[in-house]
C-alpha cells in the first residue's frame, strides 16, 4: 500500500467536512503531446489508455486496454502519467483519452466540498462535473479502493464487531494510521462526530495502511487501523473490514473517465462489461499478483482476469 498511498498522495485531494472522504515515473514526459494524425500520436479512432503512477492504475489500464483490442479497437498504453494534474490536461491535448478513474476522488479534484457519499450520488454528480472538460464517465464497477476502518479477524469475533459503530462498545482504544487521519473527515472528527466513538487514542504511521501499519494492527499495538480496501494484506492477515453504513467515507468506485471525443456506443458496451464483473475482492488478487510474491506482470495478471471473467 505504501507505493498506492504515494501516489495518492501526489494527486493532491484534500477530503473536506466531518462525512467526506478524500483519493516510479515513466521515462521522458509520457503527458506530451506526440506527433501524428492526432495529438495522441495515433489516429482519430486510436483508444489511447493511460494510468496513474502506480500498479494498482496500471493493471486497471491493462483491463481496459486488452478488453478494447479483444473486440477490435486500435488501442495503445501510456502508463504511469503522474497525478490528475497532469492526467486531466493529457485527456484534453489527447496524449491520452481514456484512463481508469476513483469517483470519489475524481468529484473531489472537481469540487473539494462535495457532499455526496453514495456510489449512485458520487457519480451522478461526477457526469455534471467532468462534461465541463468535455470528458466523460461510464458506469462504475463494484470495485472499490478506499480507505477503511479495519481490524483483525479475531479482535472483531471477540467483541461483535461488525460495523464502525460497534466500536463504541470497545472504547477507549488505540488507532493507528497515516498523521493527517487525526484532522480528516473521515478519520477522528467523523468517527467520534458520526459514530460516537471518540475515546481514541492516535498512533500515526507514515507507510499509509503498509506493513508498519498492518503489523501494529496484528501485534495489537493499535486495535484499529486505517488500511486500504484492496490491500493485500486483508486477506494474507485474516483483518476484518467495519462496515460504514453512515457512509463517513465517501465512494471510491473504479470508474472510466474519456475523452468526449471517443464517447461511442461501441466503447462504452465494452467498458461497461469490465465494470460490471470487476469487485473489491478482484483488485485485492490482483495486486497481490503483482506487487506479492508472485511478481506477475500487469499485462498478464489483466489477461487472466479478463479470461476468467470471460471478457477475453
Request: aromatic share 6%; with cysteine; charged share 20%.
Amino acid at each position: 500500500m505504501n507505493i498506492l498511498k504515494k501516489g495518492r498522495v501526489a494527486l493532491g485531494v484534500i477530503a473536506v467536512g466531518a462525512v467526506v472522504a478524500l483519493a516510479g515515473c515513466a521515462q521522458g514526459d509520457p503527458t506530451a503531446p506526440e506527433t501524428g494524425d492526432a495529438a495522441g500520436g495515433g489516429s482519430s479512432s486510436t483508444i489511447i489508455v493511460g494510468s496513474f503512477a502506480f500498479p494498482e492504475s496500471e493493471i486497471l489500464g491493462e483491463i481496459y486496454a486488452q478488453a478494447l483490442t479483444a473486440k477490435g479497437f486500435d488501442v495503445q498504453t501510456k502508463f504511469n502519467i503522474g497525478p490528475r494534474q497532469q492526467t486531466i490536461p493529457a485527456l484534453q491535448d489527447g496524449s491520452i483519452n481514456l484512463i481508469p478513474e476513483y469517483n470519489g476522488n475524481l468529484l473531489a479534484y472537481y469540487d473539494t466540498a462535495f457532499t455526496q457519499r453514495t456510489t449512485e450520488d458520487v457519480d451522478s454528480a461526477l457526469t455534471d462535473a467532468v462534461a465541463a472538460d468535455e470528458l466523460t464517465v461510464y458506469s462504475s464497477a463494484e470495485a472499490e479502493d478506499k480507505d477503511a476502518y479495519v481490524v483483525t479477524s479475531d479482535y472483531a469475533t471477540a467483541n461483535g464487531l461488525t460495523s464502525i459503530g460497534d466500536l463504541s462498545k470497545v472504547q477507549p482504544l488505540t488507532l493507528g494510521a497515516n498523521p493527517q487521519f487525526a484532522e480528516l473527515g473521515y478519520g477522528l472528527p467523523g468517527l467520534a462526530s458520526v459514530y460516537g466513538v471518540d475515546q481514541v487514542t492516535f498512533v500515526p504511521y507514515e507507510d499509509f495502511g503498509g506493513p508498519d501499519t498492518v503489523k501494529a494492527l496484528v501485534d495489537n499495538t493499535v486495535q484499529v487501523a486505517d488500511i486500504y480496501t484492496t490491500s493485500p494484506a486483508l486477506k494474507a492477515e485474516n483483518l476484518t473490514v467495519l462496515e460504514d453504513p453512515e457512509n463517513l467515507i465517501a465512494a471510491q468506485n473504479v470508474i472510466p473517465l474519456l475523452s468526449s471525443s471517443i464517447d461511442t456506443p461501441e466503447l462504452k458496451e465494452v467498458l461497461d462489461a469490465v465494470s460490471a464483473k470487476l469487485t473489491t475482492d478482484d483488485l485485492i488478487t490482483l495486486r497481490d499478483r503483482v506487487e506479492g510474491d508472485e511478481q506477475a506482470s500487469a499485462n498478464t495478471a489483466a489477461a487472466d482476469w479478463l479470461k476468467e471473467a470471460g471478457l477475453l
